[in-house]
């Protein structure tokens, strides 16, 4: 099976050659063009051509028309801007463009002192919102719109500055029980509107959410990865420790091995019941490769050799159960196969054994098999943009040249 990865390699170059031209590529399809966002504006697009220059795979001039297409509208530095769009997303986007060191330095000292400033602000706001006994929604600390998302942005940039510390210091504040509330025997993170971001009648009491995209294993997944740097603040360990206990709680079990559910309601959360029709596909997203991945993390990050095994297995059941794979309706990042490739491919990096390394040849051949039906979506976190990245790293078999995933908070 050693013969996929060049195919993957020649796969990734042809779908590059196919987002080559930012005037002739309508990333969003009409109407949508959002250049500054990552899941599906030109900064993503840029982000493969980024991957595959940095990696000699291409020259720098496709790569450089995409990030000026990402920056050539008016900096988004509001309520709105966040590590998948605006300025947060235009930093990282540069960050992993500067190759060399004094590279963009001016654009990145703008736009880190930009990305900062609105980081304080929100944790600021999420502050004063624990200290109100509030529940949080999930735009507050999830990884696509929260201080999750901007929490691996300044990981990734500037691990040793003050403003990471105090990311991680919110995350940790953020585990702990709400004190004085009726309904304390739910976590800090939980919240009071439905997966959505709604309120609905549908999730009465809202529910807790164990998703990577808008869930708890975002803030584990970003807890861990500064542990294994050896940048750690006050309750760090303990932290880790609350968010592993709770999803503990909701590991299932079926004779195809663990898997973990996308949320908890109220109601599940009084009974201690889930019902296994339940189950999510297993995405990056929502499903038990995202989860796996953040518990391996945490596992590493404590040591705890029991719980990196249980992750491991959950990621290795679902590569080996045609059943869970066939539930995959797409070839995305997100909820697709390129997300499970990827997640796979970080995990078997890791793993204690070489079996999930045994297992990616097949879903790289999956992948590929899939390839003819991804037409019109050329976005990074739903498209070919994405699914390209996913192939490259994959093919390449060596750490990536630029840590592009983690916006995907693995690794």
């Not at 939980?190 to 164990?210: A, I, K, Q, R």
């Amino acid at each position: 099976m050693t013969r996929t990865f060049p195919e993957l390699l020649a796969a990734a170059g042809a779908i590059a050659d196919q987002l080559a031209d930012p005037h002739t590529v309508n990333p969003g399809g009409p109407g949508r063009r959002r250049p500054q966002s990552l899941a599906g504006g030109a900064a993503g697009i840029a982000l493969l051509h980024i991957a595959r220059a940095r990696s000699g795979h291409a020259a720098w001039t496709t790569a450089r028309s995409w990030l000026a297409a990402a920056a050539r509208e008016t900096l988004s530095a509001g309520p709105n801007a966040n590590l998948y769009f605006g300025a947060p997303t235009l930093a990282f986007v540069t960050h992993l463009a500067a190759d060399e060191p004094g590279k963009y330095a001016r654009a990145l000292a703008e736009l880190d002192a930009i990305t900062i400033a609105l980081t304080r602000r929100r944790l600021d706001a999420a502050h004063a919102r624990i200290d109100r006994k509030e529940r949080p929604v999930l735009a507050e600390f999830d990884l696509i719109r929260g201080l999750g998302g901007l929490g691996s942005y300044h990981l990734q940039r500037h691990p040793g500055h003050d403003i990471t510390r105090s990311v991680l210091g919110y995350l940790v504040r953020l585990t702990e029980p709400l004190p004085g509330r009726a309904d304390d025997d739910v976590p800090g993170w939980w919240t009071e509107v439905s997966p959505n971001g709604d309120v609905s009648s549908d999730f009465p009491g809202g529910h807790g959410n164990l998703g990577m995209s808008h869930g708890i294993a975002g803030p584990l997944s970003v807890l861990a990865l500064a542990l294994r740097r050896g940048i750690a603040v006050d309750g760090h360990a303990e932290a880790i420790g609350r968010i592993q206990r709770w999803l503990d709680l909701w590991q299932q079990r079926d004779p195809t091995g663990p898997w973990w559910p996308g949320f908890i309601t109220l109601q599940q959360s009084r009974t201690r019941h889930v019902d296994p029709d339940t189950r999510q596909r297993p995405s990056w997203c929502y499903g038990s490769p995202g989860l796996a991945r953040a518990q391996q993390l945490a596992a590493l990050a404590i040591g705890d050799v029991e719980r990196q095994s249980v992750a491991e297995a959950a990621m290795l059941c679902c590569l080996r159960d045609p059943t869970q794979l066939d539930r995959l309706v797409d070839s995305g990042l997100c909820h697709g196969t390129a997300g499970v490739l990827q997640a796979a491919w970080r995990m078997s990096r890791d793993a204690r054994t070489r079996d999930l390394a045994g297992a990616l040849p097949a879903l790289a051949e999956r992948l590929l098999a899939e390839l003819p039906a991804v037409r019109d979506e050329v976005e990074f976190l739903d498209g070919l943009a994405g699914i390209g990245l996913a192939l490259h790293t994959v093919g390449a078999e060596s750490e990536p040249a630029t840590a592009w995933d983690a916006c995907l908070l693995l690794t």
